[in-house]
């Protein structure tokens, strides 16, 4: 594992549920830059863990997305979508979690 900490933001892009997941939440993490996107999901949806299971199972279909809106399957790790200099938050570092 890279022990290369940098920190993010995963902002909720939209919702069926505005009650519970609001869109433009922004949850910042700090994670290796090799954390797989599969781990990060699951980081995420830890930040809900006193919600329903109806609102746990609809964060579970969310996906990850770049600024750029290039989507992050669950085998691509954090720095395949940032420049190698990124430490701090930036526009780059900024995630979206989409329900499509």
């Given amino acids: 594992m890279s022990d290369k900490l940098i920190d993010i933001s995963i902002c909720i892009g939209n919702s069926y ?3 519970n997941i609001i869109p433009g939440n922004k949850y910042n993490f700090r994670v290796y ?4 996107v599969s781990e990060l ?3 995420f949806l ?6 329903s299971e109806n609102t746990k ?18 085998n691509n790790i954090v720095g395949d979508a940032l420049a ?4 701090s938050i930036n526009d780059e570092n900024i995630f979206y979690a989409l329900l499509i």
């Fill in 57 to 74: 199972s609809i964060l579970n279909r969310y996906e990850i997305y770049t600024k750029k809106i290039i989507r992050l399957y669950d």
């Fill in 33 to 36: 830059r090799d954390t797989s």
């Fill in 46 to 51: 830890d930040c809900f863990s006193d919600e």
């Fill in 17 to 19: 549920d505005l009650k």
């Fill in 41 to 43: 999901k699951r980081i």
């Fill in 84 to 87: 190698e200099s990124i430490d």
